[in-house]
């Protein structure tokens, strides 16, 4: 800033003498100017001469102006956010049903073995936790609800239908390629085929 203002002595450039000579040559600095300058001149400042006091600027002085754009936009789409933020409530709230569910289902398919009245509340809560999976759109989650509802068969006596649904659900995950098929799957789909071979050999007459 002291390089903006000349307080001419005898046409040489003269740093200020004193802060009240620097406050009396400020003050004269039009507001227009990019030099920045006191509101009021110190007390009892006074210019030596007119001349003292005409700031002037070195035109031989490059000067850069730098003009900053902002490319990227604000625009924030509300409508966009609300709608996020829905789904992932949703999808927590669905995620959240899954696990109450399924702690649910597997007390009372413990029970069905030995009440029917229990294996029906589990086939119940199979059929929920079907329409879940199918909302959440994991395939997996689909299946292993399916080989719930066929636990729930099983206890029932209901052979017929309880296979043909752990053989069609066996049947899908292998045809997978190798390193997309869900290895808790497969041994699910083993373990109630399982169940239900043992189920049937203990109704056959001896």
């Not at 920045?36 to 003292?52: F, K, Q, V």
Request: hydrophobic letters at 40%.
């Amino acid at each position: 800033m002291k390089e903006a203002l000349q307080c001419c002595n005898k046409g040489k450039l003269q740093p200020p003498h004193s802060e009240t000579h620097w406050g009396a040559c400020t003050s004269s600095v039009p507001s227009t100017s990019p030099v920045p300058r006191p509101i009021a001149p110190l007390p009892g400042a006074e210019c030596p001469s007119s001349s003292d006091c005409v700031p002037k600027l070195n035109m031989q002085t490059p000067v850069l102006t730098v003009f900053v754009v902002d490319s990227t936009s604000c625009f924030m789409d509300k409508r966009w956010c609300s709608m996020l933020r829905q789904s992932a409530l949703e999808l927590a709230e669905l995620d959240s049903s899954m696990s109450w569910l399924s702690t649910l289902g597997g007390a009372c398919s413990a029970l069905g073995d030995h009440n029917l009245a229990w294996a029906d509340r589990a086939a119940a809560i199979s059929a929920r936790q079907l329409v879940i999976a199918n909302r959440l759109g994991d395939p997996a989650v689909v299946a292993r609800c399916r080989l719930y509802a066929a636990i729930a068969l099983i206890q029932k006596k209901d052979w017929k239908t309880a296979a043909a649904i752990i053989k069609r659900e066996y049947q899908a995950v292998k045809k997978l390629p190798a390193e997309q098929q869900d290895g808790r799957l497969v041994k699910m789909c083993l373990g109630i085929w399982t169940k239900l071979s043992y189920e049937r050999s203990m109704e056959k007459p001896t």
